[in-house]
């Protein structure tokens, strides 16, 4: 686990009858050094206001709201694509995971997603990042830019089209192998 930022909030002083606001907006500093974790071409405008409240008897839920404007590389001309990004967060804080409870070595992913480990800090910058991760374009194109077609085959063989990959066109061409007369057979049988 890393250090907890200057945003962090130490959970034994939370009020576990009233939430605590939060409001995270980097300066240009920070922003660039996120930018750089990310791989980011540009960030700006990162906010992240919510705020954390008890949930039961030991659990806390963190809700939040994510805004920022991030500029990628187009996965196809490197060209900048800029794309905003405004999201809801929640986070789901406990002191012990459902995967914890067992005795098997085996690490499974929890039905949900929101649950988060919990230590002696929340920290709101950190989920931030993360979400912030989480929410940009996988593959993001500039504008007016087509999908690629990548088509890697042996040299003199013909590479394997959309048509190729469909599993009953196989079986249509080899049952018309078998039975030239077969389709002929339906097409006489619907008039």
């Known amino acids: 686990m890393t250090d907890p930022t200057a945003d962090a909030l130490r959970v ?10 939060f409001e995270v907006r980097p300066d240009a500093e920070l922003l660039g050094q996120i930018a750089g974790r990310l791989e980011l071409i540009g960030l700006r405008k990162l906010s992240f206001r919510g705020d954390v409240r008890a949930d039961g008897k030991a659990d806390w839920l963190l809700k ?9 590389p187009c996965s196809v001309t490197l060209e900048p694509v800029t794309t905003r990004i405004d999201q809801p ?21 929890p039905e949900d997603e929101t649950l988060e480990k ?13 979400e912030l991760a989480l929410a940009l374009p996988l593959y993001p194109r500039a504008e007016g830019v087509a999908p690629v077609e990548i088509a890697v ?32 057979d339906d097409d006489d049988g619907k008039a």
């Open 153 to 184: 085959t042996e040299p003199g063989r013909a590479p394997m089209t959309d048509e190729d990959a469909k599993p009953f066109a196989g079986l249509a061409g080899l049952m018309s192998e078998l039975d030239p007369n077969a389709a002929k």
């Open 64 to 72: 939040g709201q994510l805004g920022a404007t991030v500029v990628q």
């Open 89 to 109: 967060v929640l986070r789901r804080f406990t002191p012990t995971l459902p995967d914890e409870e067992g005795d098997s070595d085996e690490i499974e992913m």
């Open 118 to 130: 919990l230590g002696t800090h929340i920290d709101p910058s950190s989920v931030m990042e993360e």
């Open 12 to 21: 034994s002083t939370l009020s576990k009858t009233t939430a605590t606001p």
